[in-house]
Structure formats: structure tokens, C-alpha cells
T-cell receptor, first 112, second 112 residues
Framework: DTAVSQTPKYLVTQMGNDKSIKCEQN?????MYWYKQDSKKFLKIMFS???????INETVPNRFSPKSPDKAHLNLHINSLELGDSAVYFC???????????FGQGTRLTVV | QKEVEQDPGPLSVPEGAIVSLNCTYS??????FMWYRQYSRKGPELLMY????GNKEDGRFTAQVDKSSKYISLFIRDSQPSDSATYLC????????????FGAGTRLAVHP
């Protein structure tokens, strides 16, 4: 039973398209995150939600819009995809402030 | 200068060796320190979680935190080929929310 699951696992799309990635966690955690891992494997936080409220919003282009319909779900919608958006996007969750985060398996996005 | 510095390696060791992985950081407000293991094309998996300075041991893994030197370490005893992966340090604290700051990751290869 997967703790943090993301769909899809792979996403190949053309420049200019709009796409969404979905994430669900069954750990009962209050906080969820989106991280981006670039080609050099560097992981950087994009957004964080706590009880459906946006609490962290790093300097991410407006084309990226997260949505949390409830505590267990956090989706990421990306408009007008660009080549530079190609990366692996990880969803994660944690039980509260300053606790360890648990990651999903990632969504490998390739923009062509 | 990055907030968290980690030598990307690669680090190649023979099976059975003791492996030492390290990170340094600049933000003295960090209080929570984690080590993640990431296999190729997988999500980061939490290995160790420590709070403030000190040591923590879990099986073959030992995490050390020296806040005075802003230096953390992960030791792997009796290394196995299955330990071959990228090891990421992460830390947080000092702010209002749990924003994990990651190192670049060290790629480890354990040869039989």
C-alpha cells in the first residue's frame, strides 16, 4: 500500500501544452509538498500546503499552480509548458512542522 | 554560496568498506537533519532523522551532527552493493514551516 503516490509516472508532452500531476498520501499527514529535481539531481522545494492552505511558495513561475482539494491530495497544474520545465517532480508529505518528509516515486516530465 | 554543500562524488568503495558521507551548511538556524537514499529513477527514501547535535545509530547506519561546525555525516558500516545509490542530506528549521533544504547528493558505488 503506497504511502505517497503520484500519477502519471512519466509524462511526455509538447511545448505550449497544459498538464497536471496528481498526488495522494494515505499517511494521515497534514503537510504536502512539491519538489523539483533537475538534471543534476538537485532537489528544490516549489510549494507546500498545510491542511489545504498554501504555506510555502518559492520563486516558481505563475504557470505552475498547485491545488489541494483536501489534506490527502495535492495536484500540480502546469500551463504553457516550456523545454526548461523538463525535470522530475516529486510529491512529499510530512506529519507536521519540522518532521521528516516522505516522498512519492516522482513524475518524469519531458517537454519536447 | 549554497546553503547546503555536499560533494557529488562519485564515491567508489569495495564491499565491506566503511563509507563516510558529509554535508556542510551555512544556516545556523537549521535544527533538523535528515539523510535520504535515492536509487536511480526512484523517489528519495528516508534513512535517518536527527534533531540538533549528536549521534544516532540504526543498524549499519550512523548519523552525526556537529552544529558547532555546521557539519553532518552519515556512516555506513559493512557496505553492500545494494547500498549503491545517491545519498542526499537535507535540513530544516529556523523558520515557520518545514522547508527541507537539500544537498546536491553524493553518488555511491559499492563494488563486490
Amino acid at each position: 500500500d503506497t504511502a505517497v503516490s503520484q500519477t502519471p509516472k512519466y509524462l511526455v508532452t509538447q511545448m505550449g501544452n497544459d498538464k497536471s500531476i496528481k498526488c495522494e498520501q494515505n499517511l494521515g499527514h497534514d503537510t504536502m509538498y512539491w519538489y523539483k529535481q533537475d538534471s543534476k539531481k538537485f532537489l528544490k522545494i516549489m510549494f507546500s500546503y498545510n491542511n489545504k492552505e498554501l504555506i510555502i511558495n518559492e520563486t516558481v513561475p505563475n504557470r505552475f499552480s498547485p491545488k489541494s482539494p483536501d489534506k490527502a491530495h495535492l495536484n500540480l497544474h502546469i500551463n504553457s509548458l516550456e523545454l526548461g520545465d523538463s525535470a522530475v517532480y516529486f510529491c512529499a508529505s510530512s506529519g507536521g512542522v519540522y518532521t521528516e518528509a516522505f516522498f512519492g516515486q516522482g513524475t518524469r516530465l519531458t517537454v519536447v | 554560496q549554497k546553503e547546503v554543500e555536499q560533494d557529488p562524488g562519485p564515491l567508489s568503495v569495495p564491499e565491506g568498506a566503511i563509507v563516510s558521507l558529509n554535508c556542510t551548511y551555512s544556516n545556523s538556524a537549521f535544527q533538523y537533519f535528515m539523510w535520504y537514499r535515492q536509487y536511480s529513477r526512484k523517489g528519495p527514501e528516508l534513512l535517518m532523522y536527527t534533531y540538533s547535535s549528536g549521534n544516532k545509530e540504526d543498524g549499519r547506519f550512523t548519523a552525526q551532527v556537529d552544529k558547532s561546525s555546521k557539519y553532518i555525516s552519515l556512516f555506513i558500516r559493512d557496505s553492500q552493493p545494494s547500498d549503491s545509490a545517491t545519498y542526499l542530506c537535507a535540513m530544516s528549521g529556523g523558520g515557520g514551516y518545514n522547508k527541507l533544504i537539500f544537498g546536491a547528493g553524493t553518488r555511491l558505488a559499492v563494488h563486490p
